[in-house]
């Protein structure tokens, strides 16, 4: 756990630092799945007793709205990436 936590700031400041947005973005990926990591680590340690409902819950929850913000901090820099100018089609 303690490896997935430190791996998600240090992945978006890593990206941050990066000259290209696709590097930038890259990184932030890192990070969105260093985070999906700790959640899941987070639901086992739960799970086999080492924390309570009570203890998890939150965190989990403050994983999932930083979650959010690394996506919308991906598109940004999706959208403002020069390949990211042509039409996308949609699904």
């Known amino acids: 756990m303690r490896r997935s936590a430190v791996s ?18 890259r990184f932030f990926n890192i990070a969105k799945g260093s985070l999906a990591e700790l959640s899941t680590q987070l639901e086992i340690a739960r799970d086999v007793g080492y924390f309570t409902t009570a203890q998890v819950e939150p965190l989990i929850a403050q994983c999932a709205e930083l979650g959010k913000m690394l996506g919308a901090l991906i598109r940004a820099r999706n959208a403002a990436s020069p390949r990211a100018q042509s039409p996308v089609p949609k699904a």
């Open 8 to 25: 998600v700031p240090s992945n978006i400041a890593e990206g941050d630092e990066r000259k290209s947005d696709k590097d930038s973005i």
